[in-house]
């Protein structure tokens, strides 16, 4: 069988590679204040030590495991808004909301922590906690838009980055709840070092509100 060159398909690593040198020249910005963000979980990490699992601190425990979690999840859809994989970055980014959603009823909903901690029962619904939390807007995460093929798009990339600064500000607050659970002293030297960071990822959304208006704000209620 004879494959005619011209009528092969675009190479996908020639794509990403131009899409990443896209996003590098024109969003050095926000590329930027992603290294702040990942800076802000590593430095959490960094000032908590060791953590035992104990009968009075399954909340502060799965709080741990959630926000891990939601760093691992921030870092590699980084990786793929860089490279023009939007629809996948958005996924995992759709999964740090999820995450911010399980840290906001563990405390009080025994089903989450039996789920979690034990494999007992079922979780409830994303939705069903979104609506505990009051906020189930917040879920209303439109991809109708999303490009399959790694090509960059402007608009997209914001997109998605204005989902990532939100899933981070929202998952610090419990950054800050563990390291005060466990050592009030740390918690206030994370909160030294990195509220310039913190300022900063605010400062951004508040800019990109102003540019783009209730646009931006229809097209992504994450």
């Not at 953590?51 to 691992?72: A, G, Q, S």
């Amino acid at each position: 069988m004879t494959i005619n060159k011209n009528k092969e398909l675009p190479n996908i690593i020639n794509l990403k590679s131009l899409a990443q040198e896209d996003t590098n020249r024109k969003n050095w910005r926000e590329i930027e204040l992603f290294a702040e963000i990942l800076s802000v979980f590593i430095s959490g990490f960094n000032h908590m030590g060791s953590f035992e699992l104990k009968e009075d601190n399954e909340t502060e425990y799965i709080w741990l495991l959630i926000v891990t979690r939601c760093f691992h999840s921030i870092r590699c859809s980084i990786n793929l808004m860089l490279k023009g994989y939007y629809s996948q970055a958005m996924s995992l980014l759709r999964i740090g909301t999820e995450d911010w959603f399980i840290c906001g009823t563990c405390q009080s909903n025994e089903k989450v922590r039996r789920y979690l901690l034990q494999e007992k029962g079922r979780i409830p619904s994303y939705s069903s906690l979104a609506t505990q939390m009051g906020a189930k807007d917040v879920y209303n995460i439109n991809t109708k838009n999303m490009s399959i093929a790694p090509i960059y798009n402007e608009n997209l990339f914001l997109l998605c980055a204005e989902s990532l600064v939100r899933v981070f500000l929202r998952m610090a607050e419990y950054m800050g709840r563990i390291l005060i659970y466990l050592d009030t002293n740390k918690a206030k030297s994370w909160d030294k070092e990195n509220s310039q960071r913190l300022k900063d990822a605010v400062n951004w959304l508040k800019e990109l509100r102003e540019k783009y208006g209730n646009d931006s704000k229809n097209a992504n209620q994450d």
